[in-house]
């Protein structure tokens, strides 16, 4: 809903698709826009569940009692030292707000992530869920090493999650899924693929129309102006229709090709499929 990288999303603008079966999501750190109160109340009214991601700062008493009265939940990032993370969990539950914890996972956080599945700590005692979030080569300062299909820990941690029961719910975003069926036996049911251009899309500050916000750093998007171009931007545009002919094509020969849908269309580099892993590698397949 608003960065740093163009500005904020005016008000007037979002109105044009807060409307019934899409969702109103928010970037960078919403709850920090000049009209936020205002675009929770008014995506509530026109019959949408709002939530929010935020790391955080700017969680003002009227920031926090709009959430309660019209998100179903807010998700927390988690920033190492995590002092501004645990008090932001706590300030949030302490008012009845449900609360997920985003966990970004890269071959410099996963032992964090592994111990605190193992030993939580005390501010995760209360949360909904903690949601781990695949590490993505894009922004200010990319850092290729920290990809995470270099970790040796991949298989640990995914151990740890399917073997140790939790008060909190734990979830992926769907960047991970090529890990999870890999090591895991995760119920398919259970299991989705990323859905840029499928069921989902994403709107940047300026008014343009992409599958997904990563498609940012590869694409011009595609202009919404009205509600109309808004549905031909999701029904007949060629950037949309690209990305649901690439989940359709199979092209990875790996035999989860049909659960992660050849993984992501922008960043293949993060796969955390075996097979990924060899490529990487050298090895013969």
């Known amino acids: 809903m608003g960065s740093n990288r163009i500005g904020n999303l005016k008000f007037g603008d979002a109105t044009l698709f807060l409307f019934d079966p899409f969702s109103f999501i928010g970037g960078g750190n919403p709850n920090q826009h000049p009209e936020f109160v205002q675009i929770l109340e008014?995506?509530?009214?026109?019959?949408?569940?709002?939530?929010?991601?935020?790391?955080?700062?700017?969680?003002?008493?009227?920031?926090?009692?709009?959430?309660?009265?019209?998100?179903?939940?807010?998700?927390?990032?988690?920033?190492?030292?995590?002092?501004?993370?645990?008090?932001?969990?706590?300030?949030?539950?302490?008012?009845?707000?449900?609360?997920?914890?985003?966990?970004?996972?890269?071959?410099?956080?996963?032992?964090?992530?592994?111990?605190?599945?193992?030993?939580?700590?005390?501010?995760?005692?209360?949360?909904?869920?903690?949601?781990?979030?695949?590490?993505?080569?894009?922004?200010?300062?990319?850092?290729?090493?920290?990809?995470?299909?270099?970790?040796?820990?991949?298989?640990?941690?995914?151990?740890?999650?399917?073997?140790?029961?939790?008060?909190?719910?734990?979830?992926?975003?769907?960047?991970?899924?090529?890990?999870?069926?890999?090591?895991?036996?995760?119920?398919?049911?259970?299991?989705e693929a990323c859905d840029a251009g499928r069921f989902s899309m994403f709107i940047s500050e300026d008014m343009k129309a992409y599958p997904c916000s990563f498609y940012i750093s590869s694409d011009s998007g595609v202009p919404i102006t009205d509600r109309d171009s808004f549905f031909a931007a999701w029904q007949t545009s060629e950037l949309f229709q690209a990305a649901r002919t690439y989940f359709r094509s199979y092209d990875c020969d790996c035999k989860y090709s049909n659960m992660c849908l050849n993984g992501c269309p922008i960043f293949p580099e993060i796969r955390l499929c075996n097979q990924a892993r060899r490529k990487k590698e050298g090895v013969a397949l």
Not at 57 to 79: E, F, N
Not at 113 to 122: D, Q, R
């Open 42 to 191: 008014y995506t509530r009214r026109n019959g949408i569940v709002p939530n929010y991601t935020t790391n955080g700062r700017g969680l003002t008493d009227k920031v926090i009692k709009a959430s309660k009265q019209y998100c179903g939940a807010v998700a927390v990032s988690a920033y190492a030292p995590f002092t501004e993370t645990a008090s932001a969990i706590n300030a949030l539950i302490n008012e009845g707000i449900k609360v997920n914890l985003h966990f970004i996972l890269t071959t410099e956080t996963i032992a964090t992530a592994i111990e605190w599945l193992k030993h939580p700590p005390m501010m995760l005692e209360h949360i909904n869920a903690i949601i781990f979030l695949n590490y993505k080569p894009i922004g200010r300062s990319v850092v290729p090493e920290l990809l995470l299909n270099a970790s040796e820990l991949m298989g640990e941690f995914f151990e740890v999650v399917t073997s140790i029961k939790h008060t909190f719910k734990i979830g992926f975003d769907s960047c991970s899924v090529s890990g999870i069926v890999s090591y895991t036996k995760a119920n398919p049911n259970t299991i």
